[in-house]
């Protein structure tokens, strides 16, 4: 078994094209190391150069001690996992699309897959665009956006404590409230972010005060997972935002309801990047698949035309709050995340 380390690896395509971009990146012997982003992210051609499939264009690779960039595969010690696998390498790498596997089946597949990896303790690279698989699995998660390495950290760190808006959102089901906001402050007093037509104040003591105060008068954006907001009956006992539920959203074992509250969203452009043009569905896609792929192209087109956003709350059945009408939610304050206008946080990420 061995480690790996990944120290400034960039690939360029001879068409010009950037796939992966000054990454570099050490995992532990016997870590299980979970490559998780959007198609087109660089993950699978960073596990290319590893398995020595594809040469790197500037950087070095280096497996245990050995200097692997002019390897053969052969000569790597490592297996490129495209089925069933038997022997023992000191490094597996795994590209993780599985055609044809429903969900349970997959769920199934990836329990036996994880238990017999770290029986052997094995040192794993998996790549996944399912932030589930990566959660169920992962040691730790490396975040790949545009080829570069956006985060890294145990799927606890990544969810909680995650360095930038695009790791928020890609990460976590329902998806996190991202809010296009404005820095306030009193220095010594309060810091505060204003969303329009409401308000949530940080007070000094709070460690993100100072840093949130150095931004004043700058644009943010302000995370809120849904899980952060607590229907309240008293709308001026702490941090509350308020608005009327619009629906609700049956998930089985919790309800989630849509509240609009005047806020506007953050700009899709900075957190995700520029939209894909949606692809045409697939020739002999079901009339659902068409209709759902009709949707997605008619909500990316409107995306940056609407500025208003609705919140997404997580609401327990007893709290009473399955009708429409006006709703007040308790926030979370120390749940928040804040992010200056580029994405990133604007306060220390723990690591």
Same mark, same amino acid.
């Given at each position: 078994?061995?480690?790996?380390?990944?120290?400034a690896?960039?690939?360029?395509?001879?068409?010009?094209?950037?796939?992966?971009? @000054?990454?570099? =990146? %050490?995992? *532990?012997?016997?870590?299980?190391?979970?490559?998780?982003? $959007?198609?087109? /992210?660089?993950?699978?051609?960073?596990?290319?150069?590893?398995?020595?499939?594809?040469?790197?264009?500037?950087?070095?690779?280096?497996?245990?001690?050995?200097?692997?960039d002019?390897?053969?595969?052969a000569?790597?010690?490592?297996?490129?996992?495209?089925?069933?696998f038997?022997?023992?390498?000191?490094?597996l790498?795994?590209?993780?699309?599985?055609?044809?596997?429903d969900?349970?089946?997959?769920?199934?597949?990836l329990d036996?897959f994880?238990t017999?990896v770290?029986?052997?303790?094995t040192?794993?690279v998996?790549?996944?665009?399912d932030?589930?698989?990566?959660?169920?699995?992962a040691?730790r998660?490396?975040?790949?956006? @545009?080829?570069? =390495? %956006?985060? *890294?950290?145990?799927?606890?760190?990544?969810?909680?404590? $995650?360095a930038? /808006?695009?790791t928020?959102?890609?990460l976590?089901?329902?998806?996190?409230?991202?809010?296009?906001?404005?820095?306030?402050?009193v220095?010594?007093?309060?810091?505060?972010l204003?969303?329009?037509?409401?308000?949530?104040?940080?007070?000094?003591?709070?460690?993100?005060?100072?840093?949130?105060?150095?931004?004043d008068?700058?644009?943010?954006?302000?995370?809120?997972?849904?899980?952060?907001?607590?229907?309240?009956?008293d709308?001026?006992?702490g941090?509350?935002?308020?608005?009327?539920?619009?629906?609700?959203?049956?998930?089985g074992?919790?309800?989630?309801?849509?509240?609009?509250?005047?806020l506007?969203?953050a700009?899709?452009?900075?957190?995700m990047?520029?939209?894909?043009?949606?692809?045409?569905p697939r020739?002999g896609?079901?009339?659902?698949g068409?209709?759902?792929?009709?949707?997605?192209?008619?909500?990316a087109?409107?995306?940056g035309?609407?500025?208003?956003?609705?919140?997404?709350?997580?609401?327990?059945i007893?709290?009473?709050?399955?009708?429409?009408?006006?709703?007040?939610?308790?926030?979370?304050?120390?749940?928040?995340?804040?992010?200056?206008?580029?994405?990133?946080?604007?306060?220390?990420v723990?690591?």
């Amino acid at each position: 078994m061995a480690g790996i380390l990944l120290d400034a690896v960039s690939k360029v395509y001879p068409n010009g094209q950037l796939a992966v971009d @000054d990454l570099s =990146l %050490e995992i *532990a012997d016997g870590e299980f190391f979970v490559l998780l982003g $959007p198609a087109d /992210a660089g993950k699978s051609t960073l596990l290319r150069m590893i398995a020595g499939l594809e040469s790197p264009t500037s950087g070095k690779l280096w497996l245990g001690d050995r200097l692997i960039d002019d390897l053969d595969p052969a000569d790597r010690g490592v297996e490129l996992v495209t089925g069933p696998f038997d022997g023992e390498p000191g490094v597996l790498l795994f590209d993780a699309p599985r055609p044809g596997v429903d969900a349970a089946g997959t769920l199934r597949v990836l329990d036996r897959f994880r238990t017999l990896v770290r029986e052997r303790r094995t040192t794993t690279v998996y790549v996944t665009s399912d932030h589930v698989e990566a959660l169920t699995l992962a040691d730790r998660i490396g975040i790949m956006r @545009d080829g570069r =390495l %956006e985060d *890294a950290g145990t799927p606890t760190q990544i969810h909680d404590d $995650p360095a930038t /808006a695009f790791t928020a959102r890609f990460l976590g089901a329902p998806t996190i409230n991202l809010l296009a906001a404005t820095a306030r402050a009193v220095p010594g007093s309060e810091a505060m972010l204003d969303l329009g037509g409401q308000r949530l104040t940080v007070p000094w003591h709070d460690p993100r005060a100072e840093a949130i105060a150095r931004l004043d008068g700058a644009p943010i954006i302000v995370g809120i997972r849904p899980d952060a907001l607590t229907p309240t009956g008293d709308p001026h006992n702490g941090p509350v935002l308020s608005g009327h539920i619009r629906e609700h959203e049956h998930r089985g074992h919790e309800w989630l309801a849509h509240v609009e509250a005047g806020l506007r969203a953050a700009d899709p452009a900075v957190i995700m990047g520029p939209e894909p043009v949606p692809a045409s569905p697939r020739p002999g896609a079901s009339m659902t698949g068409r209709a759902l792929a009709a949707l997605c192209g008619r909500t990316a087109a409107a995306t940056g035309a609407r500025q208003r956003t609705e919140l997404l709350a997580r609401l327990n059945i007893g709290h009473g709050q399955r009708n429409e009408g006006t709703v007040h939610l308790a926030v979370d304050l120390a749940r928040i995340l804040v992010f200056d206008e580029s994405g990133r946080r604007v306060d220390p990420v723990h690591r």
